[in-house]
């Protein structure tokens, strides 16, 4: 074996610059900061109409209407940590994936929970 054989470069990958992973953070950060304002009007709208058939929203809707509030956030933060190592494009990938959970989760609770049943 000769020796130019035996020098094999064994470097590890090469990361993305890190204003490549801020820029994919933030631009899907804005995706899942629309879906937390869609949450957030949700709960101020479903308060507000109860408020105005005098009556309030019980406390299974509060808890349905605050867990909607949650998911994008726990879910971004989630992916956020889970991807932080990876290559830009799996980040992207994950990002994605995250976004299409949120969906998922918060229409399968709303429809399941029907929001006009929330107000008491």
Do not use: H
């Amino acid at each position: 074996m000769s020796d130019t054989a035996a020098t094999v470069k064994t470097d590890a990958p090469r990361r993305a610059p890190l204003w490549l992973t801020v820029t994919v953070a933030i631009v899907f950060g804005l995706f899942y900061a629309y879906d937390l304002w869609e949450a957030v009007g949700n709960l101020v709208g479903l308060n507000i109409a109860a408020g105005d058939l005098d009556t309030s929203l019980g406390g299974s809707g509060w808890a349905v209407l605050i867990i909607g509030v949650l998911i994008p956030v726990v879910v971004y933060g989630v992916v956020f940590w889970l991807g932080r190592r990876r290559a830009v494009g799996v980040q992207a990938l994950m990002y994605i994936t995250g976004l299409c959970l949120v969906a998922v989760l918060s229409l399968d609770m709303y429809v399941m929970f029907s929001l006009g049943n929330l107000i008491v």
